[in-house]
């Protein structure tokens, strides 16, 4: 069985893995925030972003998959891609989310979209994943 990149992300997440996740993404890649209307893009940007958010979540794990191609959000171009089912604490907030996962020709990871529920956990989690990009320097204060 081959082991594909979102096979070596769900890895790389459960173990909290920061370093593993370098290579599985493009360099261009694009994060969809449910917190932020533009994305988050490039390979440094996102693997900050990463490190706030395996600091940030409380007992995250993924409970599902489902594979298969959707249009990605960039240029709408139809790419293979996977829907990662997680659930998370972040401050006390239970959160229900799925991650979009879009994979490029070469098999990395070119597009990442988070949806999160209910909006209360979708504002704990805005405020828990800013507070650590001011704090890591990824973002200016508010």
Do not use: C, W
Request: without cysteine.
């Amino acid at each position: 069985m081959t082991t594909t990149a979102v096979d070596r992300f769900r890895a790389a997440v459960d173990t909290r893995d920061l370093a593993a996740l370098d290579d599985l993404f493009t360099e261009d890649i694009r994060l969809y925030s449910p917190v932020k209307f533009t994305p988050f893009e490039g390979r440094p940007m996102v693997l900050g972003l990463f490190g706030v958010l395996l600091r940030t979540f409380e007992d995250f794990r993924y409970v599902g998959e489902f594979a298969g191609t959707a249009q990605t959000s960039a240029d709408g171009s139809e790419a293979p891609a996977a829907v990662l089912l997680f659930r998370a604490t972040v401050n006390g907030k239970e959160i229900h989310g799925i991650d979009l996962v879009h994979l490029a020709e070469d098999g990395r990871i070119k597009e990442f979209t988070v949806m999160v529920r209910p909006q209360s956990a979708v504002h704990a989690l805005g405020e828990a994943v800013l507070a650590g990009l001011v704090a890591d320097g990824l973002v200016p204060a508010p």
